[in-house]
């Protein structure tokens, strides 16, 4: 269904569908005139008729339901509307928090909207050319260039996944760090410990590929008990509140719906069958969980590298990508559940790991 929709002759929603969805996103129970009054207030030239026509679009392709008869029909956008709204996350990070409009609470409907066809097939060919021309440019390499391009790639990643968790640590200093084992007099030993918990993350999962080619408990709790080591952080499932910082939204405090929503992601992963969606619904569903008390982020691009990596595709370093950009796109998908700012950083970062990175 998902790519039926982004079929259409300009392969994804035109501004016209775009603003409707976000009047009705912000304006719950609106009728087809509502609507068309909310437009006119933007500038939006229109007509009631193409309101109604465009509604009834969105109505067939499963983004909005409706309730009442007649005249008296108005518009909600249900879950699968929410994964796919688009949304200028930066915008939306900007208002205060109680000018926020999404949820505050866990969306227990969420994981059965986040199916395959997240990418629409123009993506998909994209993400299968980049992986065809790395490959394609990595036949032959030397065991010793390999083993140079390994090492540059994990530091890029320790040192671009430690700093979106705020390490301070430079890319400079995290070489130092993973190559000679020589710590920076400046920075505190949790920051060093974070990143050399990074390093021996990544080699896990390298080395240990074939074992995630299935989303486990087990190997999400593994992954997150290395990342966080020597940290002061407690392993398992967490069985207290967390609170997320600069946000609305308030994760499960109850440990038993916390196990039932792991097990809903790992079904959901489990239905998917191309592995870049895999990484991309496991990366964002941990993250959104937050199954343990801290380490939730790092943990699901770590889980999303190793189900890259099992299938034989390139992980990715986040090297390119901003940690503002990337803590605002993962924030719009707690409040709004909205896939779409995040999915942008994604793909950026799949063709930037193609073009850059000769790991083998």
């Known amino acids: 269904m998902i790519r039926l929709w982004y079929n259409n ?66 518009y909600n956008i249900n879950d699968l509307g929410r994964v796919f709204i688009e949304i200028d996350a930066k915008e ?34 994209e993400l299968e050319k980049n992986n065809k021309e ?43 760090l993973i190559l000679e084992n020589k710590r920076a007099e400046s ?33 999400i709790e593994d992954l997150h008990r290395i990342l966080t080591k020597d940290l002061d952080i407690s392993s398992g499932i967490r069985k207290d509140m967390v609170g997320i910082a600069g946000s609305i939204y308030k994760p499960l405090d109850n440990k038993y719906q916390i196990n039932d929503a792991l097990e809903s992601l790992i079904k959901t992963v489990a239905r998917i069958k191309n592995p870049y969606e ?3 619904i496991s990366l964002l569903g941990i993250s959104y969980i937050q199954p343990f008390s801290d380490g939730n982020k790092r ?17 990715l370093s986040y090297r390119n990508v901003n940690e503002d950009d990337y803590r605002e796109a993962i924030l719009v998908f707690y409040e709004i559940n909205s896939v779409m700012p995040f999915k942008k950083i994604f793909l950026s970062e799949c063709a930037f790991s193609a073009k850059n990175y000769s790991i083998g």
């Open 9 to 74: 002759d300009t392969n994804m929603m035109n501004l016209k569908e775009k603003k409707i969805i976000n009047i009705i996103f912000k304006n719950k129970d609106i009728s087809s005139s509502g609507v068309f009054a909310e437009l006119l207030k933007v500038g939006e030239k229109t007509s009631l008729v193409t309101v109604k026509r465009l509604l009834s679009k969105m109505v067939a392709l499963g983004f909005l339901n409706t309730s009442g008869a007649g005249r008296s029909v108005v």
């Open 92 to 125: 939306y990070c900007s208002f205060d928090l109680n000018e926020r409009y999404g949820l505050t609470q866990f969306n227990f409907n969420l994981f059965d909207s986040l199916k395959e066809d997240v990418f629409n097939i123009d993506e998909i060919k």
């Open 187 to 219: 920075k505190t030993e949790i920051e060093a410990q974070m990143i050399l918990n990074h390093k021996n993350a990544f080699n896990f999962i390298y080395n240990n590929r074939a074992q995630f080619k299935i989303l486990t408990k087990k190997n």
């Open 278 to 280: 895999k990484a991309f």
């Open 134 to 176: 790395y490959k394609e440019r990595t036949k032959g390499l030397s065991s010793t260039i390999q083993k140079k391009e390994l090492e540059r790639f994990l530091i890029e990643l320790s040192w671009k996944s430690s700093k979106i968790e705020g390490n301070t640590y430079t890319l400079i200093d995290t070489a130092k």
């Open 299 to 315: 943990t699901s691009r770590f889980i999303a590298n190793a189900i890259l990596l099992a299938h034989n595709f390139l992980p």
